[in-house]
């Protein structure tokens, strides 16, 4: 069976640093890619970052490349998305979802909708 739960959002001034948790099973990772999503208010969902679970490949946005990381803790079945540099734009409800290996080979950000599970998504708000 299929688990994602994401932990770690926060209230946090701009140019501040959070670690997302998304905190799944052995199952999901033998069976699909993990990606990070976020939902701004009233706008639809978006990729961020994303790991190919099969050879640890990872991929971002261009909007947060140099500012994220995405990491696997390979002792744990958590996968992580460090943001440095928080940015008011940067605020929302982070996702993590898992993407089918079966019918992709690769993570890929979008569309969103390709993914097959999700989270119930951690909040992450960015304001002076």
């Known amino acids: 069976q299929v688990a994602l739960v994401e932990s770690g959002g926060d209230s946090v001034q701009p140019g501040k640093s959070l670690k997302l948790s998304c905190t799944t099973n052995?199952?999901?990772?033998?069976?699909?890619?993990l990606g990070w999503f976020y939902q701004a208010p009233g706008r639809a969902r978006e990729g961020i970052a994303c790991i190919n679970t099969l050879n640890g490949a990872t991929h971002y946005d261009d909007r947060v490349m140099g500012r994220f990381t995405l990491s696997k803790d390979n002792t744990k079945t958590t996968v992580y998305l460090a943001m440095n540099d928080l940015k008011p734009d940067d605020t929302g409800r982070y996702y993590c979802?898992?993407?089918?290996?079966?019918?992709?080979?690769?993570?890929?950000?979008?569309?969103?909708?390709?993914?097959?599970?999700w989270g119930q998504g951690t909040l992450v708000t960015v304001s002076s």
């Open positions: 052995q199952f999901t990772l033998d069976g699909y890619h």
């Open positions: 979802g898992a993407l089918s290996r079966r019918h992709f080979s690769d993570c890929k950000l979008n569309p969103w909708n390709d993914y097959d599970w």
